[in-house]
């Protein structure tokens, strides 16, 4: 077991969306927020490499939540790290 940090910003754009009762799409949260087309892709993708205060100031203000809320920790299974094990009929030439 060990912990990764999650980030949830797409499930709660999702809520956000969901209680607002409208579709929400990248350019509204661009004027909204002033965030840069390719962060907010980076983000709801998941794709966040480094974490910038200012975009989280930005996503936090957007979401109407604290920074705890959209970057989590979570326990999950370690995955198999065994070195995988060759047929040895593979290995005759």
Avoid at 37 to 55: A, F, G, P, Y
Avoid at 58 to 70: A, F, S, T, V
Avoid at 76 to 91: G, M, Q, T, W, Y
């Amino acid at each position: 077991m060990e912990r990764i940090v999650v980030n949830r910003t797409k499930e709660l754009l999702a809520i956000k969306s969901r209680r607002e009762q409208r579709r929400i799409t990248i350019r509204d949260i661009e004027s909204e927020t002033g965030l840069d087309k390719s962060v907010v892709h980076r983000w709801l993708q998941n794709e966040v490499r480094r974490i910038d205060l200012h975009v989280l100031e930005g996503w936090c203000n957007y979401l109407d939540c604290e920074p705890g809320d959209i970057l989590v920790r979570e326990t999950v299974e370690k995955a198999d790290e065994s070195p995988e094990i060759i047929n040895p009929e593979l290995l005759t030439a």
